[in-house]
């Protein structure tokens, strides 16, 4: 996690190293990887996990998918990068007004888009649904604040779905966290409503 968060800080003073992306790096990492992190963070083009958390070759194993969900697929993904390839923490990363989220909300408002008629978007948005559910009453930004919670909620899902992964994290072997990113000013932050799962 503090090698995240250090990544994370120089992204956002503009320091960023851009480290093992060379070809040196490129060479070892061929024959076998093993990544010290696994990030499941949302599709969208402006959330690169290797930028924001100034990782290279090697560093991240990525999952991504719109609206940072979990379903087999995901959670198989997840397992494959914990079991086979070593890496001991899991990040389920949101993002601000993110489209997932937003057109999830407006959706269970009676206001979905007649673009996604015919689609497998609904897919998505029933995943993300119980997040925006569960958003209080009184939140000043329900798309904000349902970021947060389907976050959080993505973490639970993990920790919940995948007897080895709980295993492990109850061992003390693997860390799952929520967390979200600002698209304004590039900072990675605990998900509000969320908490580590140890």
Known sequence: MARLMAGNARYVAAKATHPNGDAARRRLV?????????????????????????????????????????????????????????????????????????????????????????TKIGALAALIAPAVRAVPSDATDRVDAAVSLNAAQAAAEIFAGSKPLRTRVLAGQLKIVAARYDLDDGRVTPARGGRDIV
């Open 30 to 118: 061929a024959g076998a990887q093993h990544p010290f992190a696994t990030i499941l963070a949302c599709a969208d083009s402006r959330v690169a996990p290797e930028l924001v958390f100034d990782q290279g070759l090697g560093d991240l194993f990525v999952v991504r998918v719109a609206g940072n969900v979990v379903d087999d697929a995901v959670l198989a993904s997840i397992e494959y990068s914990v079991i086979h390839l070593g890496s001991n923490l899991i990040m389920a990363l949101g993002h601000e007004r993110c489209g997932a989220v937003k057109a999830t909300a407006e959706a269970l408002d009676g206001h979905p888009s007649p673009e996604d008629a015919d």
